[in-house]
């Protein structure tokens, strides 16, 4: 049985967020929040690989206000295993370092064979946090994972694809270690079957504070948080234009100049 461990982020409406301006953080407090893109595709990967082999156990953790909590319930009811929100006052502004060392400490106690998580989130884009986890777990770490080949996932190693500007490469990692998927992957979340929707998941959603961790004032949330915010804007993504060639003679140069220009001719 493989037991995968989903590190996920709900993430503000970036449209319409508050902002608390003296300490430079978002409001996620009685905000509209919603799965991060990327996070939902390794959830959705997950129980993909839960749907060919039932004995699969996912766990999803998330560090965040307890508000979340009607979010984490839904992910229970699609076939997620257990849910786990890790929440406290003391966390409040925690920064990337500081929020790796609430989640690695978690993680730690944990039993895993593989830890998937998003690369990017779109509140922050900094990619910060998996490879902050791989250094505090002594685990291998990739980012930008837009494939990972099920037939050849097992407990000791898996084999994905990860696209750069250049190419698409294929490696092969061994396990444990955290596997970091992108929105450009073809997973998606499944919809919440209609006779699951009311179910009760209350018994699996587990609740971790600092009283569990045992982190010091000093250590987490703004005073544990070492960066300093000196602007912040909202991303704006690049929409990918499509082109349908013809095999005839103006396809065929098109595509030699596309690779020449590229670098492959």
């Known amino acids: 049985m493989m037991r995968l461990i989903c590190i996920i982020k709900f993430v503000p409406d970036v449209d319409n967020f508050k902002y608390d301006y003296e300490n430079n953080v978002l409001i996620r ?8 893109p ?3 595709c390794a959830v959705a990967f997950a129980l993909k690989v839960k749907a060919k082999d039932p004995e699969t156990h ?3 953790v998330t560090m965040a206000p307890i508000s979340v909590k009607p979010h984490m319930e839904d992910l229970l009811r699609l076939g997620v295993d257990t849910g786990t929100i890790i929440s406290d006052r003391l966390y409040v502004g925690s920064d990337t370092y500081a929020t790796s060392l609430v989640l690695g400490r978690y993680l730690s106690s944990q039993t895993y064979d593989v830890i998937l998580s998003g690369t990017h989130a779109i509140d922050g884009d900094t990619s910060h946090i998996p490879a902050q986890l791989g250094d505090l777990l002594g685990l291998n770490q ?11 996932l097992s407990k000791t190693s898996a084999v994905f694809e990860v696209e750069t500007e250049d190419m698409i490469a294929t490696y092969e990692m061994m396990l444990p270690a955290i596997l970091s998927l992108t929105r450009e992957s073809s997973y998606k979340l499944p919809y919440i079957k209609r006779q699951d929707m009311d179910l009760d998941v209350t018994n699996r959603l587990n609740i971790i504070s600092n009283e569990h961790l045992g982190f010091e004032v000093d250590e987490v949330g703004i005073k544990g948080s070492p960066t300093k915010v000196a602007k912040t804007y909202t991303k704006e993504f690049d929409q990918k234009e499509r082109t349908v060639i013809g ?19």
Do not use: H, Q
């Open 29 to 36: 407090e009685n905000v509209r929040l919603t799965l991060n």
């Open 38 to 40: 990327d996070d939902a």
């Open 58 to 60: 996912i766990e999803v």
């Open 142 to 152: 990739m980012s930008g994972i837009i494939k990972v080949d099920e037939t050849a």
């Open 247 to 265: 095999t005839d003679d103006e396809g065929i140069t098109l595509v030699y100049e596309f690779l020449k220009e590229k670098g492959f001719i």
